[in-house]
C-alpha cells in the first residue's frame, strides 16, 4: 500500500502561482511513477502531469505544457507540482496517484490521494 497526501492548494489571482506537493508513505516510492491529475466540477478527472520513478522522464498535458513543472525528491518521498501562470479554467481539485507503470490513463493509477482544491480567480 502506498499512502498519498497533497498539500498546497489554495485560492490564487489570474496569472500567479502555486506549488503542490505530495507526500507519500508505505511502499518504497522510487520505484513508482507518480501522476497529477485534476477534476473540476462537473467535469471527468483529467490528467495534467506524470513523471517516472527516476525522474528522467516527465510529460505534460498539452493545456499545462509550458506552464506546469512536475519534478520529485524520492529523498523524501515526494513529489511536486509547480503552476505558474494560472488560469481560471485551472480551478479544480487536484489529486496525486502512483502507479507501476508509466500511464497517463487515471483508471490504471492504483493509489490515490485525498485532493487539494485549486481555484483560480479572474
Known amino acids: 500500500q502506498v499512502q498519498l497526501v497533497e498539500s498546497g492548494g489554495g485560492l490564487v489571482q489570474a496569472g500567479g502561482s502555486l506549488r503542490l506537493s505530495c507526500a507519500a508513505s508505505?511502499?518504497?516510492?522510487?520505484?513508482?511513477?507518480m501522476g497529477w491529475f485534476r477534476q473540476a466540477p462537473g467535469k471527468e478527472r483529467e490528467f495534467v502531469a506524470g513523471?517516472?520513478?527516476?525522474?528522467?522522464?516527465?510529460y505534460y498535458a498539452d493545456s499545462v505544457k509550458g506552464r506546469f513543472t512536475i519534478s520529485r525528491d524520492n529523498a523524501k518521498n515526494t513529489v511536486y507540482l509547480q503552476m505558474n501562470s494560472l488560469k481560471p479554467e485551472d480551478t479544480a481539485v487536484y489529486f496525486c496517484a502512483a502507479d507501476l507503470s508509466i500511464t497517463t490513463v487515471s483508471e490504471e493509477y492504483d493509489y490515490w490521494g485525498q485532493g487539494t482544491q485549486v481555484t483560480v480567480s479572474s
Open positions: 508505505g511502499r518504497t516510492f522510487s520505484v513508482y511513477t
Open positions: 513523471i517516472s520513478w527516476s525522474g528522467a522522464n516527465t
